[in-house]
């Protein structure tokens, strides 16, 4: 036994969840099952995050099962994550934001010293460290749901370092990171990094097929032995590097708008390159749809699919380019991955289950780090009793609650302060107005008004001085509070090594900036009216 689950019990005693000669009821404990999507934008599916805007879906993609869900559950128009896949993971699990975790990026073999030093080197600021595993004093899902009765498995992606045995996960994959969903270069030839084309063989793209086959078998063993279940897949599926059976990438490289593309970019069906192929991309999306049919269909045929929540939620924002595939759309949302801007944090979320409306929605905001305390609140606890998270048990407005002016205008906290293809910066959002703060640019104080400026194209830092001042300070309040680690100025800044930097360009495109800023090409497009 390890030293973290040898502690588990006694942190949970600690947190009034469990006492002595007190047994938990189990009967009619609802289970709770969570499809983690890796990389998947705000518009990455088929259903409109917004009715009135055509871009805020993908057009062309088929994902049947997705839209059953949502036409049975509730959907979120402002659902927020983190701005890379570990900390938004370590989000998850402990209900914390990143800047109170202090995961707020992975490292990869590089280390500490890399981004410390090495990436900072005569860079303008120099860019924070951050924790490498989930706090030993955090308490994740499994540990919260455990005193109330529940198992919980984990299935796929973990990519925070450590056992899932030792966060409560009594069945999981261990320490994976983005690696085992790369399939196809167990494919690739002598001198090929991955084959040109998805091979005939492919029949596990993502290992999609493989991860479900082991949750549909903990689902199955926990409805015969009656024990209410927290149930975790993590895709690896929609994360870069896209994979699909070959079967459902011929489907779309039928379709005419994908002809159109593979035409207007000067590609041939039969020989353009898997990274290049927008139709792989949608094939891995319907492919995973069809995975997550498999997960609903199980629900029903186990007679458990009443008494079960089923959320499906990104791990951070993107951008998807497979929108050029209908050439009037524009993207929606500024930036993406890596970054805090509404591209890089805006998330879909779907969410069915005991109690919740059929096709209704949800437009205040929430996070990530929610989703914790409304498990516990699900399960029968007490989440008022779970100690330092940021979250808050989004129960009673699923089942219909409106939210009060309290909850739509709390505050929001991302920290990404390191030196990556971006730069170090935080935000907050509170209701419809969000705060940037790059730790380069003091001098450029940056305000937009989300409700009348979606895409964040117009900083109104100068005509609201005032609105500005007072969310950029609860920003750096909250910052202090948390002991986040914060960016210093760089002593050795070298302005001609930065400029010289393969970011360089990207970091002054999504950098700040003061007024109007300039669009990004697939940004600059006629928009199709709604």
Not at 288 to 316: F, H, M, P, Q, W
Not at 416 to 433: C, F, K, L, Q, W
């Amino acid at each position: 036994m390890t030293l973290r689950a040898f502690l588990r019990p006694l942190s949970l005693l600690a947190l009034g969840f469990l006492s002595l000669g007190t047994t938990v009821a189990e009967e009619a404990k609802p289970n709770i099952v969570m499809l983690f999507i890796d990389d998947w934008a705000w518009n990455g599916s088929p259903i409109a995050m917004d009715d009135s805007m055509p871009n805020s879906r993908m057009p062309v993609l088929e994902m049947p099962n997705l839209e059953k869900l949502a036409a049975r559950g509730m959907k979120f128009r402002n659902a927020y994550a983190s701005p890379q896949c570990s900390p938004s993971r370590v989000c998850l699990q402990t209900g914390q934001s990143s800047p109170r975790n202090g995961f707020t990026v992975y490292m990869n073999a590089l280390g500490q010293d890399y981004y410390n030093e090495k990436k900072s080197k005569g860079m303008p600021v120099i860019s924070c460290i951050a924790d490498e595993t989930i706090d030993p004093d955090a308490t994740t899902i499994p540990e919260a749901l455990e005193p109330l009765g529940y198992v919980s498995a984990h299935f796929g992606k973990w990519h925070m370092r450590g056992d899932p045995g030792d966060e409560g996960y009594i069945a999981h994959d261990g320490d994976t990171d983005n690696k085992p969903g790369n399939t196809l270069i167990k494919f690739a030839e002598d001198g090929e990094t991955k084959p040109r084309r998805i091979p005939d063989e492919m029949t596990d793209p993502k290992l999609m097929f493989s991860v479900t086959d082991r949750a549909l078998g903990f689902m199955e063993e926990q409805a015969e032995a009656e024990k209410p279940f927290y149930l975790q897949i993590s895709h690896y599926a929609m994360h870069a590097g896209s994979e699909c059976l070959p079967e459902t990438r011929e489907k779309y490289a039928k379709h005419p708008l994908i002809q159109a593309y593979y035409e207007k970019n000067n590609k041939q069906a039969d020989t353009i390159r898997v990274g290049e192929d927008p139709a792989v991309w949608f094939g891995m999306a319907e492919d995973l749809d069809g995975r997550i049919g498999a997960v609903l269909d199980k629900l029903v045929e186990l007679g458990i699919e009443e008494n079960t929540y089923v959320v499906v939620l990104s791990d951070n924002g993107y951008r998807h380019k497979e929108l050029a595939v209908d050439p009037e759309l524009t993207q929606p949302l500024h930036a993406h991955k890596w970054w805090v801007w509404q591209g890089g944090i805006r998330v879909p979320m779907i969410v069915a289950g005991p109690g919740i409306d059929a096709g209704s929605l949800f437009e205040a905001n929430v996070v990530n780090y929610d989703l914790l305390p409304t498990f516990v609140d699900w399960a029968g606890g007490d989440p008022g009793k779970l100690e330092n998270i940021d979250g808050v048990s989004l129960a009673s407005y699923l089942e219909g609650e409106r939210p009060n002016r309290k909850f739509r205008e709390r505050f929001l906290y991302f920290h990404y302060p390191h030196n990556r293809s971006s730069m170090p910066h935080s935000a907050i959002v509170s209701g419809t107005d969000k705060v940037i703060h790059f730790y380069e640019r003091p001098d450029i104080p940056m305000l937009f008004d989300l409700d009348k400026d979606e895409g964040e194209t117009m900083n109104v830092a100068t005509e609201f001085p005032e609105k500005h001042a007072a969310l950029f300070e609860e920003m750096m309040r909250y910052l202090g509070e948390v002991k986040a680690r914060i960016p210093k100025g760089n002593p050795d800044y070298d302005p001609g090594f930065y400029q010289a930097q393969k970011e360089y360009e990207e970091r002054v495109a999504r950098g700040p900036f003061e007024g109007r800023r300039a669009l990004a090409a697939d940004e600059n497009r006629k928009r199709k009216k709604p």
